[in-house]
């Protein structure tokens, strides 16, 4: 099969208006002093850097050691489930703090969902990215994400939202996160902050969601893409 097309589904991150730590220190070769023997031309840039960051900025992964002591990390996620056919159901009718009930969206859903596919949800609140507005959002029912797990088989959740987890209406958080507890403890990650996932509405493709391998990590930063195969 030949390429149709490839989308970007993550979000470029910005140092400076990241809300959670990212320390980008930028040097020379010769200013780093394990790396100071390695000499450069004059006029020639030999970049390295280094990062401090919170594994959850920008378009991020959560893994089942999230919320799961015993649940796989970053290192040992296997990839075969970080890969497959996605679908991605919209959901956009739902405005901040508005919850998403099962009946509904069994009916959203309909017939599209197969075992082990991936599921993004599109809501269109990724244009708020990066302003007062960034977590505004809809929640799942518990009962709904449950649902996705036990009766749809799905192996990977993504949202284009700051999360999916129960809040009060006004917008605060409940006592502990009984949606990621659910859906990390049956070893389904969760990505957070997806983009650009209207395009893919209508369609099964496959996309693409791999982490750097560090061991103990609960989470990270990810880049995600969709390729759309041409008619056989």
């Given at each position: 099969m030949k390429i149709k097309k490839i989308y970007e589904l993550s979000h470029r991150v910005d140092a400076d208006r990241e809300e959670y730590r990212l320390d980008l220190d930028s040097r020379q070769v010769e200013g780093w002093e394990q790396f100071a023997k390695y000499p450069?031309?004059?006029?020639?840039?030999?970049?390295?850097?280094?990062?401090?960051?919170?594994?959850h900025i920008g378009t991020h992964i959560e893994l089942p050691y999230h919320h799961d002591a015993d649940g796989l990390d970053a290192a040992d996620f296997p990839v075969e489930k970080l890969v497959g056919e996605t679908v991605v159901l919209d959901v956009s009718q739902y405005g901040n703090n508005e919850e998403i009930p099962l009946d509904e969206l069994k009916q959203i859903a309909g017939e599209k969902i197969q075992p082990d596919d991936i599921i993004f949800f599109y809501t269109g609140l990724d244009k708020n990215y990066y302003t007062d507005k960034q977590h505004n959002r809809p929640y799942f029912a518990t009962d709904a994400i449950?649902?996705?797990?036990?009766?749809?088989?799905?192996?990977?959740?993504?949202?284009?939202?700051?999360?999916?987890?129960?809040?009060?209406?006004?917008?605060?958080?409940?006592?502990?996160?009984?949606n990621h507890e659910l859906l990390l403890g049956a070893g389904v990650p969760l990505i957070e902050y997806l983009t650009n996932l209207k395009p893919l509405l209508g369609k099964r493709t496959w996309t693409y969601t791999l982490p750097v391998r560090i061991i103990g990590l609960e989470a990270f930063p990810t880049r995600v893409i969709a390729i759309e195969w041409e008619a056989a």
């Open positions: 450069r031309l004059p006029d020639a840039q030999y970049l390295i850097s280094e990062l401090t960051l919170c594994t449950r649902w996705l797990i036990e009766d749809c088989g799905i192996k990977l959740m993504g949202v284009d939202t700051s999360g999916h987890e129960i809040r009060h209406k006004d917008g605060t958080p409940v006592v502990g996160q009984p």
